[in-house]
């Protein structure tokens, strides 16, 4: 593996990896732009055992455990109480939104059933004067249908489900988190 190759797989500047095999970092340099064909031999190496610990590091033979720095317990708890809130807020979503479908259901049975009867009632009324105060409840009946209609019902199942899934997904990383396996 050419030297320029390796600096860019391993990340290392001209100066790091100088430092790390003991050489100038114009002998790097020239030696990757090929005016110097060669190291002196203590670099190259360097340069070789450098190579074999990466070689190693790449294979997934060697694990490394990074220990948590205070920041990291600091974010870690941090995350651990926003998910906690966000299953918490869920939580509330799905209470608060299923009282609600219910009635929302209940007042479209009671206004449905309402609106049949006042369409009843305007059928068998002879007395043509009292036909406009049917029609005005009929009007105020299916204005009020509107609020609670299927498609509102749709929709707020729809937000009932989204809530669901917010309140699994929070749980579920929440156990992620307290594992440590993120």
Known sequence: MSIDAFREQTGLSI???????????????????GRRAFFP??????????????????????KLVVE?????????AYLSRLLEKHSR?????????????????????KLETKLLFIR?????????????????REHKLLKAIDLCSPEKQQ??????????AKKKLAEDTIKVVGTGAI
């Open 120 to 136: 009843l009632l305007q059928q068998d009324n002879e007395d043509k004067s009292r036909d406009i105060i049917f029609r005005f």
């Open 15 to 33: 100066r790091e990896l100088a430092d790390l095999i003991d050489v100038s970092h114009s002998s790097i340099s020239h030696k990757e732009k």
């Open 68 to 76: 948590k720095s205070n920041l990291r317990c600091r974010q870690q």
């Open 155 to 164: 929709l707020l199942s729809f937000r009932l489900e989204l809530a669901k």
């Open 41 to 62: 031999s203590k670099g190259e190496q360097k340069l070789d055992q450098l190579k074999q610990v990466w070689e190693q590091c790449c294979s997934g033979k060697t």
């Open 89 to 109: 807020d869920a939580t509330f979503d799905l209470l608060r939104l299923t009282l609600a479908l219910e009635a929302m259901r209940e007042r479209y049975q």
